[in-house]
């Protein structure tokens, strides 16, 4: 499972704050004033750790960073008022507030809470065309401070930049840090002439849609050319929580053929990753106000993708996104499928030519069953395998029960335990779709947590069973058509042997 790299971390403040911080300071200091004031913050990460966008800081380091690099600042050449880190038009953010249309979009788009800083309220309030007011407060337990607001109004500064506008005016008129129930900020911005306006704002948009286009063309090459599908489907995670600018992402996948069950995710610890996937698989996601899309191609449905419970900055542009990003992780995983049966057609086919050749050189009951048991866990995913016989000789009356013939990766002591036992069908299992028994062991005497069989059959009768096993993650002996055709296919091969051994037993 991935997570947050510092998984005891509070999630207080989003990387992506952190990073335009960085950025702001790049832009104005030398990196040995950088390395200072990251020193005199007690920072024990790295500048490539600080610059990246899925991580998490606590209250008390963004607190201790900002206040740090503000008094370096303080001293630092004033900067270009209409400019922005050159990179930040070309993220993801950049791509949801121009979706918004215009800088009163986004902050009609704001209220309520920010997955960017959970521990901050907002509230919006429309005063003209050109001019809003936003009141933010921190919550209970977190104690406000001025380089926060000053952080803050320069982000809203910078909004109408997206759009080809000036700057725009933030004043501050109330304000938490001097006794004030919480922190108003007035922004205020100039139209300008249309033609203008949108000149600039298309330059924008072009160049974001240009870097989200090579974005997503990275992404579909990696699905067709890449074999680890899981480093696509963690990308894909990772590329969901930028592109909803989200504070975490989690990617649950129901158990499947020779796959089990699995949890990506990216910006949540592994317990709450854990927590999110088992509600979405089960239907539902409690209290959790979250966006999700279903894992789901032509073939089957695979699982959920989800933001999480902090949902994405605007949740109104969010969901077409995500289930864009669905749609692509049902294709890696479409494609996963694919080359898992094709390498497992490939491996089953040369195994069972193989078994076939050397049982036609086999003159004994004991060596056949030593190699068809040998030859099951390369066929079917399972930690054990056991032949069953009823010794008979196709003549006169058969013995009562089944009894082990040869057995393929069960401890001596368990071996010991059931070589001199007899069993009737029903131990060895209920009747089970495909023609399959299948037996879940509650008692320990073997350690087995659930084992699935196939039949053995001369001439309609049942003389035993090919036995697969497994000590853990019983859903991998989940029985389908394919777990069927191979251990038919193994007990077709055992059949034939069997009775051509016994034929020469008779003869001679």
């Known amino acids: 499972m991935a ?21 702001s300071l790049a832009a104005r200091l030398s990196p040995e ?51 922005m880190p050159p990179d930040l038009l070309t993220t993801e953010i950049a791509s949801a507030i121009q979706s918004l249309g215009t800088p009163a979009g986004v902050f009609a788009a704001s ?7 959970p521990i901050m309220r907002y509230e919006t309030a429309e005063i003209d065309r050109t001019t809003w007011e936003i009141r933010e407060s921190f919550i209970e337990g977190f104690e406000p401070y001025p380089e926060y607001c000053q952080f803050v109004a320069g982000q809203f500064r910078m ?19 001097r006794g004030d129930a919480a922190c108003v900020f007035r922004v205020s911005w100039e139209e300008v002439d249309e033609v203008t306006a949108s000149m600039d704002y298309l330059e924008a948009r072009a160049q974001n849609l240009e870097a989200r286009l090579e974005q997503l063309q990275g992404m579909i090459t990696d699905l067709a050319s890449n074999e680890r599908y ?13 592109a909803v600018v989200a504070g975490g992402a989690v990617l649950a996948l129901e158990p499947r053929a020779a796959f089990p069950g699995k949890v990506y995710s990216q910006g949540l610890t592994a317990t709450e990753a854990a927590e999110i996937a088992e509600a979405l698989l089960s239907g539902g996601v409690d209290h959790r106000p979250m966006l999700s899309a279903p894992v789901t191609s032509s073939r089957r449905n695979y699982g959920v993708l989800a933001i999480g419970e902090h949902g994405g900055l605007f949740p109104s542009q969010a969901q077409a996104t995500l289930d864009t990003h669905a749609r692509l992780a049902a294709a890696t995983l479409d494609a996963a499928d694919a080359l898992e049966e094709a390498r497992h057609q490939a491996t089953t086919a040369e195994t069972l030519l193989g078994l076939s050749t050397s049982l036609a050189e086999i003159v004994s009951l004991e060596e056949m069953a030593t190699k068809v048991v040998r030859a099951v866990p390369d066929v079917v995913d399972c930690d054990r395998a056991a032949l069953l016989l009823d010794h008979g000789d196709g003549q006169g009356p058969r013995p009562k029960g089944f009894q082990l013939m040869a057995s393929f990766g069960y401890s001596e002591d368990v071996a010991a335990l ?6 009737n069908a029903e131990e060895v299992g209920m009747l089970a779709p495909f023609g399959l028994l299948e037996r879940t062991y509650e008692e320990m005497d073997t350690d087995t947590a659930v084992s699935v069989s196939a039949p053995i059959t001369v001439a309609g009768t049942t003389i035993g069973f090919i036995v697969a ?26 059949s034939i042997a069997i009775n051509n051994a016994r034929l020469v037993d008779q003869i001679r």
């Open 418 to 423: 059931i070589l001199g036992r007899r069993f």
């Open 3 to 23: 997570t947050d790299g510092r998984a005891d971390v509070d999630h207080h403040v989003s990387g992506l704050y952190v990073n335009m911080l960085m950025d």
């Open 111 to 117: 209220s309520g809470s920010n997955p960017l800083v």
């Open 159 to 177: 909004i109408p930049l997206f759009f080809g506008l000036e700057p725009a005016e933030v004043t501050e008129p109330s304000c938490q840090c």
């Open 33 to 83: 004033t950088i390395a200072d004031v990251l020193r005199l913050a007690g920072e024990t990460r790295t500048v490539d750790e600080l610059n990246d966008r899925s991580s998490w800081s606590s209250y008390g380091e963004f607190r201790r960073l900002l206040e740090e690099a503000s008094a370096a600042l303080a001293s630092a050449p004033e900067p270009d008022p209409g400019s």
């Open 469 to 494: 096993s497994v000590i853990s993650e019983p859903e991998r002996l989940r029985i389908n058509s394919r777990l069927a055709d191979r251990l038919k296919g193994l007990a077709a091969q055992a």
């Open 230 to 242: 899981e480093d696509v489907l963690q990308g894909i995670v990772g590329s969901t929580i930028e």
